[in-house]
């Protein structure tokens, strides 16, 4: 299979992102910076020669995408594969609050995320394997192309490791976050995957490509 390029957005940023709490399962709309940014995505994406555009059907992805698909012309395609990790007792809220709680379970978690996921929380390792199948089914849907995916800032990460070969327990500390506004690139295809770029600020995509 024809290596295809993988450029991955985190969505716009949203109320509770700004204010650091977790955001899962939670569906969270993009507050004013969110829009703006999802408009400065729009209007890179009518110059990226992009070949298709996937997203995660949660409502702060959704919004972020639609704008974009429309200016490079093309369909927006959904998939659940994409959506946040649940958080579970973490849902709305920022991880100092949960120490007072949760004080062991934050520890272990902080030791390893993967093996120790927050109280009532989605397995991190099933999670990663349905985000890594969801980019490879995109990759190959559309070889040799550039694709554009817009996700979220945990899943995008385990995806991440799992395609690089990182281990998923040190997704924390070896990609401490996938930033609102920029792009991650990697490379995709039948001999594995590449990291090209990570939290590349948008520009001029001619420029960015080479082309």
Sequence with gaps: MTSTTLLLSRHGRTEWSADGRYAGASEIDLDDVGREQAGRLARWAA?????????????RAVATATGTAH?????????????ELDFGAAEGRR????????????RAFERDPVAHPLP??????AAAHRA??????????APGGR???VAHNTILRLALCELLGIELGAY?????????????????????AGLRRLN???????RASGR
């Design 47 to 59: 110059g990226a020669q992009l070949d298709a555009i996937r997203c995660s059907p949660m409502v």
């Design 172 to 192: 924390r500390r070896a990609l401490p976050r996938i930033d609102h506004d920029a792009l991650a690139e990697i490379s995709l295809g039948a001999r594995g």
């Design 71 to 83: 200016a490079a012309g093309l369909e927006l395609v959904r998939d659940a594969r994409l959506r």
């Design 95 to 106: 991880l100092d609050e949960l120490r007072t709680e949760h004080p062991q379970s934050v």
């Design 132 to 141: 890594a199948a969801a980019l490879r089914d995109a990759a190959a849907a």
């Design 147 to 149: 694709v554009l995916v």
């Design 120 to 125: 009532g929380g989605e397995d991190p390792a």
């Design 200 to 206: 590349a600020p948008l520009r001029d995509p001619t």
